[in-house]
């Protein structure tokens, strides 16, 4: 039997189980419970743990850590992985490994402690300056976030790519069961720096942006072909499509449930990977579907974009349209996508796209 | 499903007393979330928590309408007694919460002066273990002793297995007094 357990802490103990050798952060709410937890368990087995006198220094030493070929690990909330997105893009430039989590909480600048979805575009579309992504998982319970703990490590040795593990404020506070993973010891990578100067150095003269340019996009196209992850119900048949993912994925599962119970044709995908964006459930959607709902934690309807994106993609002939039901902050409860619905229905909503 | 809010003060043990509800469901074999108020609430002012259980997946954790609303102080009743599904049960703490009350006549509304109870048994701190057997006992799924093992286990796991005999009696007291 599986015993209530906090999201943070879960995730906390999924990532020590996968391998995780270094964590370095600085505490915030509501992220602050994975690094506590961390600064006992990681000494305890001898691994180690720093509490970074910055976000900035925090992200720097993880970065140290994945050029030394382990398993690192950094977590932060909103205005925290703001601070740390230098340290990101450079990560991302070196073709470093490591996870960085971001328990995303509401609000422009320092915002606010309410569980949201808001870094949504910041998470998906790289974050920092440049020309990159970041792989970016969103589970929609804690069985869920501590199952793709591993796999947030094997995405990104496997592309030499960061991952953003996006979680939200409410997933990180909650309670429920779950079964946490095995241990799995991984190797130290046979590219990591090895104190003999065994690379060549390559300065910022020295390099071919062109040539860079060629494979990042071979290495985003591998990702984007191979990596899509999502759940979906109901597709097929449906007028239509729910699209939301986290907590609010979930709830919307609940939502749609009821709403087919009622007799509307409608159906749900709810990405578990959000980049690379899951085209893939897209095109198993009913051809003659009037449109999709997304459902998220947002003041302005970040998801929504991707949603109209991936329809003009996978509908090329027509132009299906897409709402945005935005909740701002929170959970959104089943009445509330239900309520959207019959709005949207009651034609008491304009279409985002 | 069930949903139960429980709502007070910080320090007044509302989130433990949900966690005890939690955790008796688990202990049965049942699904349950534990959501918490966080940040802002946990530095001084109100604490809450909503637990969901029952044997189909749980979509929100999040408070929808609650079957019962445990009161512990009156801010939080006025704060919440208006979101009680209809027919619903409101639990308040009558040692702080007295006088006339204004109750929707839909509601049954259930009395219980927790801290005067937790001295009378000698066990000062265990007003939230009273509420929380109370409330499962008027929610009737799940029996005395079911909630006395789901509750001694859990906190037995937490290594705070030497106030186990203070727990049950609170427990007791509080699944007698409603």
């Not at chain 1, 071979?218 to 899509?228: G, P, R, T």
Request: glycine fraction near 10%; hydrophobic fraction near 40%; include cysteine.
């Amino acid at each position: 039997m599986a015993d209530m357990i906090k999201g943070n802490v879960a995730i906390a103990e999924a990532a020590v189980r996968a391998g995780v050798q270094f964590y370095a952060g600085y505490p915030i709410t509501p992220s602050t419970e994975i690094m506590e937890y961390l600064s006992g368990r990681l000494p305890e087995l001898g691994r180690s743990f720093v509490q970074a006198e910055s976000e900035v220094s925090g992200i720097n030493m993880v970065m140290g850590a994945a050029a030394c070929g382990f398993r690192a690990l950094t977590a932060s909330s909103g205005p925290g992985i703001s601070l740390k997105q230098e340290g990101i893009s450079c990560i991302s430039d070196e073709e470093l490994a490591c996870v960085v989590i971001n328990v995303v909480r509401y609000g422009n600048g320092l915002g606010t402690l309410y569980s949201s979805q808001c870094d949504y575009f910041r998470e998906t579309r790289g974050g920092g300056n440049g020309d990159y992504r970041c792989i970016v998982l969103t589970p929609e319970s804690i069985q869920e976030a501590v199952d793709l703990m591993a796999p947030a490590f094997e995405l990104a040795e496997k592309y030499r790519i960061v991952t953003v593990f996006m979680t939200e404020g409410a997933l990180g506070q909650m309670m429920e069961p779950c079964v946490l993973p095995d241990f799995i010891e991984p190797e130290r990578h046979s590219w990591a720096l090895n104190g003999k100067y065994t690379y060549k150095k390559i300065g910022i003269f020295d390099r071919n942006s062109m040539t860079e340019a060629v494979a990042l996009n071979e290495k985003h196209a591998l990702i984007k072909e191979n990596e899509q992850r999502w759940e979906s119900g109901h597709v097929e048949d449906a007028d239509y499509v729910f699209v939301a993912y986290g907590l609010p994925g979930r709830s919307v599962k609940g939502a749609v449930k009821e709403l087919r119970k009622e007799g509307h044709k409608v159906g749900f995908i709810r990405p578990i990977t959000t980049w690379p964006f899951p085209e893939n459930g897209f095109k198993e959607v009913n051809q003659n579907v009037k449109g999709f709902i997304t459902v998220e934690a947002s003041a302005t309807g970040q998801l929504v974009d991707d949603v109209a994106l991936t329809a003009k993609r996978v509908f090329r002939e027509r132009n299906v349209p897409a709402w945005s039901l935005c909740c701002v902050y929170g959970v959104p409860s089943l009445k509330f996508t239900k309520d959207g619905f019959a709005r949207i229905m009651n034609n008491e909503l304009k279409e985002a796209y | 499903m069930r949903e139960i809010l429980y709502a007070g003060f910080g320090g007044q043990g509302v989130l433990t007393s949900g966690l005890v509800m939690s955790q008796v469901a688990v202990f049965k074999g049942q699904k349950a979330t534990w959501m918490p108020s966080y940040g802002s609430a946990m530095r001084g002012g109100t604490a809450n928590c909503t637990v969901k259980y029952g044997n189909d997946t749980i979509y929100n954790p999040g408070q929808e309408e609650p079957d019962l609303l445990l009161a512990m102080n009156g801010p939080s009743y006025q704060a919440f007694a208006g979101m009680v599904k209809l027919g619903g049960i409101i639990v308040i703490n009558s040692d702080i919460i007295s006088g006339e009350l204004d109750v929707r006549e839909d509601i049954t509304l259930h009395r219980v002066a927790c801290s005067t109870l937790a001295n009378e048994i000698d066990q000062p701190r265990g007003a939230n273990i009273i509420m929380a057997a109370a409330v499962i006992k008027l929610l009737n799924d799940f029996s005395l002793e079911d909630g006395i093992h789901g509750m001694n286990d859990m906190f037995e796991k937490k290594g705070k297995q030497k106030f186990e005999a203070g727990n049950t009696k609170s427990f007791e007291c509080g699944y007698n007094a409603v």
